[in-house]
């Protein structure tokens, strides 16, 4: 997932892209290590928030 995540988006860092799945930088870091599964609702989050990605690639921050 990370490879992902510096592939599309290398300006953005972790922390922000967790964001992107509703998690705290923690819970992207034990899914970056294979420790936690992102599921239904983190995929649910994810595809809810695809909708500021815009924003979010353009001005390297989230938009509330």
């Known amino acids: 997932m990370r490879w992902i995540r ?5 300006r953005i860092s972790d ?4 964001k992107l799945f ?3 930088e923690d819970e992207m870091v034990d899914y ?3 420790k936690r599964e992102l599921g239904i609702a983190g ?10 990605s815009a ?3 353009l ?3 989230l938009g509330a």
């Open 6 to 10: 510096e592939a599309k988006f290398p």
């Open 15 to 18: 922390a922000d892209f967790a």
């Open 22 to 24: 509703g998690w705290h």
């Open 32 to 34: 970056l290590e294979g």
């Open 43 to 52: 995929l649910v989050a994810f595809v809810s928030r695809m909708r500021i």
């Open 55 to 57: 924003d979010f690639l």
């Open 59 to 61: 001005f390297g921050k």
